[in-house]
Nanobody, 125 residues
């Protein structure tokens, strides 16, 4: 059974850091793209970052230079390092996966087939 499970969310002060994890089971990341998305209260879900099986990455402009996506194939886990957090980063963060051999990943919601349950990130003093 394909499953994605996020963890690592929490409450952090502005300027702080968190590392989110997306653990995959039932499939190997080697033929999947994984994306991170977030949804703030009252707002639509938006793409944050993605990574393909070859390690190519993409980021939303709002997080470039602050967030870093990476993969640990041995653990079948994708990470999202969140640095220099701002109150506007507060949201539920979701990871999602899609089996594909395309060269580049994209941040479109409709691209992804499998979704985790989300983890809450709150940035507040």
């Amino acid at each position: 059974q394909l499953q994605l499970v996020e963890s690592g969310g929490g409450l952090v002060q502005p300027g702080g850091s968190l590392r989110l994890s997306c653990a995959a089971s039932g499939f190997t990341l080697s033929v999947y793209h994984i994306g991170w998305f977030r949804q703030a209260p009252g707002k639509e879900r938006e793409g944050v970052s993605c990574i393909n099986s070859g390690g190519s990455t993409a980021y939303a402009d709002s997080v470039k230079g602050r967030f870093t996506i990476s993969t640990d194939n041995a653990k079948n886990t994708v990470y999202l390092q969140l640095n220099s957090l701002k109150p506007e980063d507060t949201a539920v963060y979701y990871c999602a996966g899609v089996p594909t051999l395309r060269a580049t990943c994209v941040l479109g919601l409709n691209t992804y087939e499998y979704w985790g349950q989300g983890t809450q990130v709150t940035v507040s003093s």
